[in-house]
């Protein structure tokens, strides 16, 4: 019963942040709309124990590519590997696991969908990151109630790039 017991802890960090949702739109080499699929957590640790890697890699399927830097050769349909900022660790012996939440990022839900502002990870090639941790992914579904934004740092700036990305795409909320 411990064993289930899971604790949620916020990582207060350091991240990239963007002036305006222009400046995010330049830096990012992947614009995308589409749904989270499945989604893994990802541990990896050092030679000492020490936590090396760590997120969720959420398998991401495209509906439509918005914008992109270089020929990726995706298209509707594709489906990318996508690294959030969040992760467990099973404390094994010691009953319970830790959730772990980079600035009390929200991971996506398989039934939503996102607009997506990325960048390819610099060591793995097959997997993207997201700009910004919250500034680079917002729920288009869930508009005026969109919880995923709330208690994240800049969240007034983070609810203004989505109502200017949203815009500058011309994605019109569900009816």
């Known amino acids: 019963m411990e064993d289930q017991k899971v604790t949620y802890s916020e990582v207060h960090a350091k991240q990239l942040s963007f002036k305006t949702s222009e400046e995010m739109i330049e ?3 992947l614009i995308v709309l589409g749904r989270a699929m499945a989604s893994e957590n990802f541990v990896n640790y050092d030679k000492d124990g020490f936590t090396d890697d760590a997120y969720t890699i959420t398998q991401f399927k495209i509906d439509s590519i ?3 830097d270089k020929k990726t050769n995706l298209k509707a349909g594709d489906i990318i590997k996508v690294a959030e900022p969040t992760y467990i660790v099973d ?16 991971n996506m839900n398989d039934t ?3 607009l997506l502002l990325l960048v390819p990870d610099v060591k793995y ?9 919250n500034e680079g992914k917002h729920n ?9 934004k709330e208690g994240v740092p800049q969240e007034d700036k983070n609810k203004k790039f989505k109502e200017e990305l949203m815009s ?5 909320p569900p009816m």
């Open 27 to 29: 830096f990012s080499e």
């Open 66 to 68: 918005l914008e992109e």
């Open 91 to 106: 404390k094994g012996i010691s009953p319970g696991k830790i959730h772990f939440s980079i600035n009390n990022y929200q």
């Open 112 to 114: 939503d969908k996102y």
């Open 125 to 133: 090639q097959d997997l993207y990151v997201i700009l910004g941790v």
């Open 140 to 148: 288009i579904e869930r508009i005026e109630a969109d919880k995923e």
């Open 168 to 172: 500058r795409f011309n994605i019109k």
